[in-house]
């Protein structure tokens, strides 16, 4: 695997508040990273020095293996904010224009840019007339400048619609597809939770875990979900053949067991035959996974 951003034990420190400690990742080329934690985690204070906008006290940190802000890091990564502003009076073409040229590159490339992102349709329009969705695709289009290795997205998706949203991340597979490296920040867990190949969960400025979802998973070992639906009739004698089930209000049963139990249970719920309808094994979700770590860190 190429490295395509490399950061080890990274601490940086605000007067007396340590805003991350002793931070290590790898992103390889093509990479899908979500970076989650809470309102002060770490989060923005580790993309600013990614992006080489603020100095560190400790550790290491290599952008395509240059340093941070470094002239031939800037080249290689794109940062989206979390609301781009853009100007109003101006169209998606004209505002794509300028950035090419500011960055030294031929603005004939605006219009490419704008397919790529959706945006042909409306790039004779003015950006005032834009949904969010539309000016975070601007956002986006601005960012593919130069053809970054990396791209550097805080909450990207922030205040989209279900359908933007979707949108957006099928944008970003394509992107990694070509092998540029996504790092992006969020707190939308269930959306990350499918369109992301590494999830990072820092806490206090702490790399509290990392790892695939599943590995997040059986790290945290948390009991797996069971949802019995009972044939017409059978209701009580589910019940007493399963006395650790729940009974809800929809007249469904809950399970919950260790992951290791959970194939000797789904023999035992098979065994009843006909008096099982339906079943429906619900694994902890990210939202679940990422309170474990939380919270196990006193959050
Ligand atoms: N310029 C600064 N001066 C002093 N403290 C700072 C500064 N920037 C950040 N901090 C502190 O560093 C910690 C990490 O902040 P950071 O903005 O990186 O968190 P975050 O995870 O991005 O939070 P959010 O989700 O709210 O954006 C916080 O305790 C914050 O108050």
Do not use: W
């Not at 790898?26 to 906008?53: C, D, F, P, Y």
């Not at 597979?173 to 190949?197: P, Y």
């Not at 290791?260 to 099982?276: C, F, R, T």
């Amino acid at each position: 695997m190429t490295s395509t951003l490399t950061i080890s034990r990274l601490t940086k420190r605000f007067q007396n508040v340590e805003a991350l400690s002793q931070v290590s990742l790898e992103l390889g080329q093509g990479m899908r990273v979500a970076l989650l934690g809470h309102n002060g985690a770490g989060k923005s204070t580790m993309m600013k020095i990614i992006l080489g906008l603020i100095p560190f006290d400790e550790g290491e940190v290599r952008v395509c293996d240059s340093a941070p802000g470094s002239a031939q890091a800037r080249t290689r990564v794109a940062y989206l904010p979390e609301n781009a502003a853009f100007h109003p009076a101006l169209t998606g073409e004209e505002q794509i224009r300028y950035y090419l040229s500011l960055r030294g590159e031929n603005p004939r490339q605006a219009m490419e840019l704008l397919e790529r992102v959706g945006l042909a349709q409306a790039a004779h329009r003015r950006i005032g007339t834009y949904s969010k969705g539309m000016r975070q695709r601007v956002g986006l289009a601005q960012t593919l400048i130069g053809r970054p290795r990396l791209l550097v997205l805080d909450e990207p998706t922030s205040g989209l619609d279900p359908v933007s949203r979707r949108d957006f991340y099928a944008l970003l597979d394509g992107l990694a597809a070509e092998g540029a490296a996504i790092l992006l920040s969020s707190h939308a867990l269930t959306e990350v939770e499918a369109r992301t190949d590494r999830i990072l969960i820092l806490s206090q400025g702490r790399m509290v875990a990392e790892g695939t979802l599943a590995e997040l998973r059986r790290r945290a070992a948390l009991p797996v979900g069971l949802t019995v639906t009972p044939a017409a009739g059978a209701v009580e004698a589910l019940v007493a053949a399963l006395p650790q089930a729940r009974r809800t209000d929809d007249g469904t049963l809950h399970l919950a067991c260790a992951q290791d139990e959970k194939l000797g249970l789904l023999a035992q719920i098979s065994g009843l035959g006909a008096q099982v309808a339906d079943l429906d094994v619900v694994p902890p979700s990210l939202e679940d996974i990422y309170s474990h770590f939380s919270r196990r860190d006193g959050q």
